[in-house]
């Protein structure tokens, strides 16, 4: 089992940046793929970006490619999505995922545990 805690979310205008963090319960945190997912009203959850055990080979959704970053301290037991030149389109709540997979896997289901969500809201 691990908790994960999701923070950083909030109001932002169009072209600003934010950085969401999520932090793991548990120390074996290194066994875990962790991703962060998106869900805006009314829209199926989607993949943002995920990032391998070692923090190597980090995938990401076309729409988000260059904008953001995903990273993670395995030290701190922390995944971070640095979001830059953010669009009114990125609005949603976002959610950390982890799952024991070696791959980044795109299908909500495939990952095991879940935050509970923080709110991103881009102004136009």
């Known amino acids: 089992q691990v908790q994960l805690v999701e923070t950083g979310g909030g109001l932002v205008q169009a072209g600003g940046s934010l950085r969401l963090s999520c932090a793991a319960s548990?120390?074996?945190?290194?066994?875990?793929?962790m991703a962060w997912f998106r869900q805006a009203p009314g829209r199926e959850r989607e993949l943002v970006a995920g990032?391998?055990?070692?923090?190597?080979?980090?995938d990401y959704v076309d729409s988000v490619k260059g904008r953001f970053t995903i990273s993670r301290d395995n030290g701190k037991n922390v995944v971070y999505l640095q979001m830059n030149s953010l669009k009114p389109e990125d609005t949603a709540v976002y959610y950390c995922?982890?799952?024991?997979?070696?791959?980044?896997?795109?299908?909500?289901?495939?990952?095991?545990?879940w935050g509970q969500g923080t709110q991103v809201t881009v102004s136009s």
């Open positions: 995922a982890a799952n024991v997979f070696t791959a980044v896997l795109t299908a909500p289901s495939a990952y095991s545990y």
């Open positions: 548990r120390r074996t945190f290194t066994i875990y793929t």
């Open positions: 990032i391998s055990r070692s923090g190597g080979n980090p």
